[in-house]
C-alpha cells in the first residue's frame, strides 16, 4: 500500500502562488509517476502536472509556464509550485502516485485551493 498526503492548500489572491506538498509512505518503489490533478465543482478530474521517476514532467496546457513540478527523492516528496494563480484554478487538487506494473492508482485526500479577491 501506498499512503499520499498533501498539504498546502488555502485561499489566495488572483495572481499570487501557493506550493503543494505530496508527502508519500508505503510501498512507493512501486510507484512510477507521480502527479497533480484537480476537480473544480461540476466538472471531471483533470490532469495538471506530473513527474516520471527520471523526473520528466508533462503539464495541461492550462498551467504551462505557470505551475512547476518537482520532486525531493530524499524526503520521498513531490511539490507543485503554481504562480499567477487565476480564479479558474479554484479547485480541490488531489496528489496521485501511479504503479505501471500493477496498473494501480493511489490517491491523496485532496486538498482546496482557493483563488479569489
Known amino acids: 500500500q501506498v499512503q499520499l498526503v498533501e498539504s498546502g492548500g488555502g485561499l489566495v489572491q488572483p495572481g499570487g502562488s501557493l506550493r503543494l506538498s505530496c508527502a508519500a509512505s508505503?510501498?512507493?518503489?512501486?510507484?512510477?509517476?507521480m502527479g497533480w490533478y484537480r476537480q473544480a465543482p461540476g466538472k471531471e478530474r483533470e490532469l495538471v502536472a506530473s513527474?516520471?521517476?527520471?523526473?520528466?514532467?508533462n503539464y495541461a496546457d492550462s498551467v504551462k509556464g505557470r505551475f512547476t513540478i518537482s520532486r525531493d527523492n530524499a524526503k520521498n516528496t513531490i511539490y507543485l509550485q503554481m504562480n499567477s494563480l487565476k480564479p479558474e484554478d479554484t479547485a480541490v487538487y488531489y496528489c496521485?502516485?501511479?504503479?505501471?506494473?500493477?496498473?494501480?492508482?493511489?490517491w491523496g485526500q485532496g486538498t482546496q485551493v482557493t483563488v479569489s479577491s
Open positions: 496521485n502516485g501511479y504503479a505501471t506494473y500493477w496498473n494501480q492508482n493511489y
Open positions: 513527474i516520471t521517476r527520471g523526473s520528466t514532467t
Open positions: 508505503g510501498s512507493i518503489v512501486s510507484i512510477n509517476v
